[in-house]
């Protein structure tokens, strides 16, 4: 059968295609396997208790039916759309409203049409989008048209302590290299966008990195892009002190995935009106109206407070634990191993730095997955980069930390076993 070139295009490998099917295919398998590969948010039971009770409460009143039997406009449900306005003006002092904010079928959804309308073909040109730090969400390299759509720069390393322990790294935007690209004077930047906390790393770009991208945006005329998948108020899956900016010229966008709702295929859109018009254009093309399943739950829970007490007492503290238990393990499978990890200050990931590997993370990834452990590789993360003479690239693996304990200990002891053997040899 022959596709057209987008079909072609959408059809071919891609990473996220991998990560999507070792991940459904480890939940669906009757095989042990340590999944420490996908994104899967946690199953918390004191989290899914309050979906239980709110599931229940919505179908006892009608709201659960009413929300799957009709459509919403294709902005999205309005009065999830009134409640969230509401929420970010009394939480924030934004000047939100409903015209401000759009729903899609999930941020991946927001992501496809932010990206293709910023980026790509212009009349004066081709635009990219700027991803100022390297690595960053794998679930952006293929979402545009066509063209080659990203652009991105090597990011800082920084030798780190944490907890007053050695062995940690933090990458750092290297503002000087994005100052000086070339594409700028050219008029071949559309926009800059960063996921924050990252995926994969656990970066959590600082409040002052934030404010210089923010400057460097409004300098060049760009929107400013911040996938805040992971970040407060909800799930708030982040421990450092950070602020959360908006204005005109951000997009911001949200989901309702990482608080434990992925299946429910909710994102959030917070823009300008003229961006949100578009989004909703864009979804009566795409998708009708977007899904108002997720809207119905996280509704009443955005009303009664409980979803942000969730955030902040349950789910941020959950990943918090979950990532020290894990270093743990790290430290006692690599204690005279050149193992580095990414400082932990976010999202649901460690991200591990095997300098000077005798191979490369792709071939590592194969050699765990024979032996019924799932992580990712790095390469596929440095979205935007020539990784061909970039040794770093090929160096880091991206785990996990939301599977349970058992899953943790016995997937990072193959890891420890794998890598000290390939250092040994
Ligand atoms: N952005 C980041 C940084 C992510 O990690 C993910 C999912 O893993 C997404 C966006 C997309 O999530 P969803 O489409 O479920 O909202």
């Not at 459509?71 to 934004?94: H, M």
């Not at 390297?134 to 800082?156: K, Q, T, W």
Request: charge should be negative; hydrophobic fraction near 40%; glycine fraction near 8%.
């Amino acid at each position: 059968m022959q596709f057209s070139k987008f079909g072609q295009k959408f059809t071919q490998k891609s990473g996220i295609l991998q990560l999507m099917d070792d991940l459904g295919n480890a939940l669906a398998s009757d095989q042990p396997i340590n999944m420490l590969g996908g994104g899967n948010p946690a199953k918390i039971a004191a989290v899914n208790e309050n979906y239980q009770r709110v599931l229940e409460k919505i179908v006892a009143e009608n709201q659960a039916i009413d929300s799957i039997a009709n459509y919403s406009t294709p902005q999205g449900d309005s009065v999830f759309i009134q409640t969230l306005a509401d929420f970010f003006r009394a939480e924030y002092g934004w000047d939100v409203q409903p015209e401000n904010i759009a729903l899609t079928n999930g941020s991946q959804n927001a992501f496809f049409y932010l990206f293709n309308l910023f980026g790509g073909e212009f009349d004066s040109g081709n635009k990219k989008i700027l991803l100022p730090l390297a690595p960053e969400y794998i679930g952006y390299a293929d979402a545009h048209i066509s063209g080659s759509h990203f652009l991105a720069v090597r990011p800082e390393i920084e030798r780190v302590q944490h907890n007053n322990q050695a062995g940690f790294f933090k990458y750092r935007v290297d503002f000087d290299a994005l100052a000086q690209l070339p594409e700028w004077e050219r008029g071949e930047i559309g926009a800059i966008c960063c996921s924050r906390p990252t995926n994969p790393t656990g970066n959590v770009l600082t409040d002052k990195e934030m404010a210089q991208l923010d400057a460097l945006a409004q300098k060049h005329g760009v929107p400013l892009i911040i996938d805040n998948a992971y970040g407060a108020p909800f799930p708030n899956i982040i421990h450092t002190d950070n602020t959360l900016i908006w204005h005109d010229n951000i997009v911001l966008c949200f989901s309702l995935s990482k608080i434990g709702l992925p299946s429910a295929r909710t994102g959030i859109v917070l823009a300008n009106k003229e961006i949100i018009k578009a989004i909703s254009s864009l979804n009566a093309i795409i998708n009708l109206s977007p899904t108002r399943f997720g809207a119905a739950i996280a509704t009443p829970m955005l009303q009664d407070g409980s979803l942000k007490d969730l955030s902040d007492n349950v789910i941020r503290p959950f990943y918090a634990e979950q990532a020290e238990y894990a270093i743990s393990l790290l430290q006692q499978e690599f204690k005279d191993y050149p193992l580095a990890i990414h400082q932990p200050e976010g999202a649901i990931f460690l991200w591990l730095w095997f300098e000077n590997l005798p191979i490369s993370t792709n071939e590592l990834y194969e050699i765990l997955k024979q032996r019924g452990t799932l992580i990712i590789p790095s390469e596929l993360f440095f979205v935007g980069l020539d990784t061909a003479d970039y040794r770093h690239a090929h160096e880091c693996i991206r785990m996990s930390i939301a599977g349970d304990k058992t899953v943790l200990q016995q997937g990072i002891s193959t890891i420890g076993e794998v890598v000290r053997g390939l250092y040994d040899q």
